[in-house]
């Protein structure tokens, strides 16, 4: 009978934490963004999200403006950058960053109205670091392979 209730329990709490994530599972890119070297510069502009920017090779020849800095770390969903936003945002004190979270998130079938409150909670944080911060959400795309879930895009869009 205990072995029953035991499997039980341990069956339900998997299941209702299927879509939470260890966000310790991005500890060596987090420490790789930790010792990017940066020179201060007022002018500084963060590319962070999951791994369309992290794959983004030339961000700093595409984008002019200021330091270009790309904290991207891959396979990230909205509440990773969260918990990941003082290394991979607010240590750059940047003037402006760029934003590109959703799409892992809604592969993990998130709603996208539980990825908006996290976002809001995401510029809240780089606000209450410092108001003058400008911030720019890309938007979700689907690719190929996550077509199936292009109403969710639209709606988190």
Known sequence: MNYLFCLFIFSFFSLTNINAQDPLRF??????????????????????????IRFWTDLS??????????????GSQMS?????????????????????EGDNDINAEKEPADILTTAKQVVDK?????????????????????WNYRDQYVAFN
Do not use: H
């Open 27 to 52: 500890k060596a890119e987090i420490d790789n963004i930790k010792s990017l070297e940066y020179n201060g510069d007022s002018d500084a502009i963060v590319f962070t999200g999951s791994s369309s």
């Open 126 to 146: 780089i606000l209450a670091a410092d108001k003058k911060i400008q911030i720019v959400f890309i938007s979700a795309k689907p690719s190929p392979s996550r």
């Open 80 to 100: 990773d950058l969260m918990y990941y936003l003082d290394e991979a945002v607010l240590k750059f004190q940047p003037k402006k960053v760029y934003i590109y």
């Open 61 to 74: 020849d595409d984008c002019t403006g200021g330091e270009v800095i790309n904290t991207g770390f891959g």
